[in-house]
């Protein structure tokens, strides 16, 4: 307690009633709630099964629970610490009962629930490319987390589409109760159920807990927040800890309106801001405060430190991302021989799709890397997909190749009819095994037909790659297989896949417009041989990774790349005002990572599978301080760069930002050519707004939303 700031020792102290604590980036929130914890059970006499604190990890809950115990000097406690979902299961086991269940019953995961799915897609008769499982999965989450009951789905059905999958959805909650099971969504879904037709079960647990906590509480969807009320409504002693300038989490489902309006719904709140920093410099802090106050939903906090001032942010203008990307490996060349070590440093980027060039221009340099949280981009199950396509292509005998591709996308080719070809292959690979006509004549009508249709799509390019250059190949080979469509069909990923894509494209166009050769054999050759690097493995490595999966880490160095209108803020946050002020907190969130040294970068043009696309500076450049700020360029181009930048900001001030109330995600939609639909997602801007519409039978299309109907 003595290490502790005025603020954090006000915190931890301050037990009875609501508390809203407003912990910065690096003010040792984590400390706060731990000491608490303590605090209750040492000061107050609280017994430890009291005490119910939510996480949004299994790492973080038992950290907290470890930190507790050092601090109590004692083992074992019977503190209710651990995730929404772990809290629930625990309460479900011991009162699943009341809701028909058995206590023994079984936790359904993804794959699980989709494979259920399957079934009863199949049992009903329809087709699963029609009815796509992870789709259907999807929408019986979303009614799922609006407390809306199978029978309620049906009611409310608008049409016949829309019935049917609510047929579907009542089946899968029959089959889960026969299965004696809960899906993930059940876990909080059904405690709030619980508790809402059985009060008194409720009340036995709000008794229970005289004090509740919750850590990242910016992070909160609806459904937790209702679990978080009942669970505090006896005793009335909740203490909530997060950071509204880092909820970064909307996309999927997170409510930042949660910890903006806490205040409002529990009155008499005691409302404690952490704004000491014991993370990073001065420079990075007034940096990072000067970009976060341009953002209107926010409660207000000015971080500082007692760690010096600091060197200044650095910002780097390059002609497009290959200059990038070699800029960012002389930065951190630097800093290596400044005596940084190489897990020092972190490079950040807003999408998966710009770690190609930047492992590019690393690996050229031997400089060690680990993509965190993510997989390295030549690994990429899309990229390798497409590679096999063109090695099977470039080279027949490739069977790793064709046992990889021969149904992907899916095309009824299972493992009986890759038997029948792999018994009649006689070494003459696979390949050139189903373009034996008297091989495919033994075959089954269907099987014939299958093979029939993966021979139409790759013949051609066989002939065309000893003429065409590998854009081209490539281009066409995407288009012949239908691959974006087959990757449209797991919406959840479909978009990073896609920018995935077309960044391949956009590497196979500049090798086609630089190479001596360029041709499919040798840009296969360039890619061998850069996977052999990959291979390379060192203790020692850069990090490489996502602004969204560098929450909660920290480093002595960060660059943060991509800082370009559409990329960051992304393009489609242009029209809503929320959804930008949550990119300028992921910018935020990246600043606040950096501990001495803060780098960021920009590229005037970037190119894509369509050509060479430019773009401005982003907008938030402009927002950073002038005296923190150190543009690394000519004195005359430094103070022409920052007046454009400038000219931006007034732009952007002046533009009004069209509604998006015309397109609700989840709406019924109706098109004249396929009938009702699902609104899933809206993406773009201006002229340039795309909608993606699930229709029942048909799949997912997607439209201009200029030109919908």
Known sequence: MEKLNPQQREAVTTTEGYVLVLAGAGSGKTRVLTERIAY??????????????????????????????????????????????????????????????????????????????????????????????KDVRW?????????????????????????????????????????????????????????????????????????????????????????????????????????????????????????????????????????????????????????????????????????GTGEPIRLFHAYDEEEEADKVREVITQLIRDGFRRKDIAVLYRT???????????????????????????????????????????????????????????????????????????????????????????????????INGFLKALLPLEVKAKKMDVFNLMNELIESIHYRDYLLLDASSARDRLENIEELLAEARRFAGTSRDPTLSAFLEEIALLSDIDTMKNEETVALMTLHNSKGLEFRAVLITGLEEGLLPHYSSFEDEEELEEERRLFYVGMTRARERLFLFSAANRLKYTGWVSSEPSRFISEISRDVLEVEQEEEEEENFMERFHEIEAVHEERTVRSKERFVVGASIFHPTFGKGILKEVDGSGKDMRVTVYFPGVGEKKFLASYAP
């Open 139 to 307: 929408l019986i989450s979303r009614w799922k987390n609006d407390l809306v009951i199978p029978e309620e789905a049906k009611q409310n059905a608008s049409f016949a589409e829309e019935r049917r999958i609510a047929g579907l959805y009542e089946a899968y909650t029959s089959e889960m109760r026969k299965c004696n099971a809960f899906d993930f969504d059940d876990l909080i879904t059904k405690v709030v159920e619980l508790f809402t037709a059985f009060p008194k079960v409720k009340e036995r647990y709000a008794r229970q807990f005289k004090y509740v906590l919750v850590d990242e509480f910016q992070d909160t969807n609806k459904m937790q927040m209702l679990l978080i009320d009942a669970l505090s409504s006896h005793n009335r002693n909740l203490f909530v800890v997060g950071d509204d300038d880092q909820a970064i989490y909307g996309w999927r489902g997170a409510t930042v309106n949660n910890i903006l309006q806490f205040d409002r719904l529990y009155k008499g709140t005691v409302v404690i801001r952490l704004e000491q920093n014991y993370r990073s410099t001065n420079r990075i802090l007034d940096g990072a405060n000067s970009v976060i106050s341009h953002n209107v939903g926010r409660k207000g906090k000015k971080l500082w430190s007692k760690k």
């Open 352 to 450: 998966h799709a710009q770690s190609r060039a930047l492992e590019s221009a690393l690996r050229t340099s031997g400089l060690p890397y680990q993509i965190i949280g993510g997989v390295r981009f030549y690994e990429r199950r899309e990229i390798k997909d497409l590679l096999a396509y063109l090695k099977l292509v470039s080279n027949p005998m490739d069977d790793v190749s064709f046992r990889r591709i021969i149904n992907v996308p899916k095309r009824g080719i299972g493992s009986v009819t890759l038997q029948k070809i792999e018994g009649n292959e006689r070494g003459r690979g696979l390949f050139n095994t189903i373009k034996d006509e008297k091989f495919r004549e033994s075959l089954s009508k269907r099987q014939a037909e299958m």
């Open 40 to 133: 209750l059970i040492r000061e107050k006499k609280v017994s430890p099964e009291r005490i119910l604190a939510f996480t949004f990890t299994n790492k973080a809950a038992g950290e907290m629970r470890s930190r507790v115990e050092r601090l109590l000097e004692r083992r074992d406690l019977p503190l209710w610490i651990g995730t929404f979902h772990a809290t629930g299961l625990r309460i479900l086991r011991r009162e699943a009962k009341y809701l028909g269940y058995s206590n023994k019953f079984a936790v359904f995961d993804e794959d699980d629930s989709i494979s259920l799915l399957k079934n009863i897609i199949k049992k009903k008769g329809f087709k699963l490319d029609e009815y796509s499982p």
